[in-house]
Antibody, heavy 122, light 106 residues
Framework: QLQLQESGPGLVKPSETLSLTCTVS??????????WGWIRQPPGKGLEWIGD???????YYNPSLKSRLTISVDTSRNQFSLKLTSVTAADTAVYYC??????????????WGRGALVTVSS | SYDLTQPPSVSVSPGQTASIPCSGD??????ACWYQQKPGQSPVLVIY???KRPSGIPERFSGSSSGNTATLTISGTQAMDEADYYC?????????FGGGTKLTVL
C-alpha cells in the first residue's frame, strides 16, 4: 500500500530556508498520471496549496509563493522535496505531502502524508 | 485569482441531512472535490470529480454541482462526521481550496 512520509527540521529561523522531503513507499513516484504535491495548513487555519511536481520534473507552483519556492524530485530515491526561502512566522504551518491525480480540471489529492509541523522562530 | 467560498460553519442534528455549499466561478467548466479533516488528522478525500466517491467512503456522502455551486451532502449524518470539510478545484494550472466549513453534529 502506497504511503507518503514527510521529514525535515521542525524549527527554522526567520530569513532562513525551510526544507522538507517526502518519501514515497509501497509504489513508484514515476507512475504516470500522478503529480506529487505540497499543501500547508497554518495552526487553526485552512489548507493552502504550495505546488507540485511530475516525475519528469515538470512543476506547478502557487503564484503567491513562486518567488521563494523550489520543488524537486529524485526518482532514484522515490522522493520529492520542498525548499522555501526567506521564511517568516507566517510560514509556520503543518506541511503535508500528497499525491495528486492528474485529471486536468478534475485533479484531486487522493493520498496524503501525516504532515510535519514546521515552526519559524528565532 | 480564482476563489472558492464556503460557509464557516454548518450545524446538523444526528440522522438529518447536512449540505455544505462551495461557490466558485464557472463550476460548470471544472470539477469540484471534497476533503474531510478531523482534528489532528490529515485530510481525507470523500468526493472527487463532483460526484464520485472513493473506495471506502460511506454511501451517505454524495456530491453535486450546478451553475456556480458545488455541494457536499451527508445523508443520515452521524456524530463521527463532525469535522472540517474543504472543497477544492483546479484552475489555470493551480490548485484552489475553499476556506473550509466546520460541520457540527448536535
Amino acid at each position: 500500500q502506497l504511503q507518503l512520509q514527510e521529514s525535515g527540521p521542525g524549527l527554522v529561523k526567520p530569513s532562513e530556508t525551510l526544507s522538507l522531503t517526502c518519501t514515497v513507499s509501497g509504489g513508484s513516484i514515476s507512475s504516470s498520471t500522478y503529480y506529487w504535491g505540497w499543501i500547508r495548513q497554518p495552526p487553526g487555519k485552512g489548507l493552502e496549496w504550495i505546488g507540485d511536481i511530475y516525475h519528469s520534473g515538470n512543476t506547478y507552483y502557487n503564484p503567491s509563493l513562486k518567488s521563494r519556492l523550489t520543488i524537486s524530485v529524485d526518482t532514484s530515491r522515490n522522493q520529492f522535496s520542498l525548499k522555501l526561502t526567506s521564511v517568516t512566522a507566517a510560514d509556520t504551518a503543518v506541511y503535508y505531502c500528497a499525491r495528486r491525480s492528474d485529471r486536468g480540471s478534475g485533479s484531486y489529492f487522493d493520498l496524503w502524508g501525516r504532515g510535519a509541523l514546521v515552526t519559524v522562530s528565532s | 485569482s480564482y476563489d472558492l467560498t464556503q460557509p464557516p460553519s454548518v450545524s446538523v442534528s444526528p440522522g438529518q441531512t447536512a449540505s455544505i455549499p462551495c461557490s466558485g466561478d464557472k463550476f460548470g467548466y471544472r470539477y469540484a472535490c471534497w476533503y474531510q479533516q478531523k482534528p489532528g488528522q490529515s485530510p481525507v478525500l470523500v468526493i472527487y470529480q463532483d460526484t464520485k466517491r472513493p473506495s471506502g467512503i460511506p454511501e451517505r456522502f454524495s456530491g453535486s454541482s450546478s451553475g456556480n455551486t458545488a455541494t457536499l451532502t451527508i445523508s443520515g449524518t452521524q456524530a463521527m462526521d463532525e469535522a472540517d470539510y474543504y472543497c477544492q478545484a483546479w484552475d489555470s494550472n493551480t490548485v484552489v481550496f475553499g476556506g473550509g466549513t466546520k460541520l457540527t453534529v448536535l
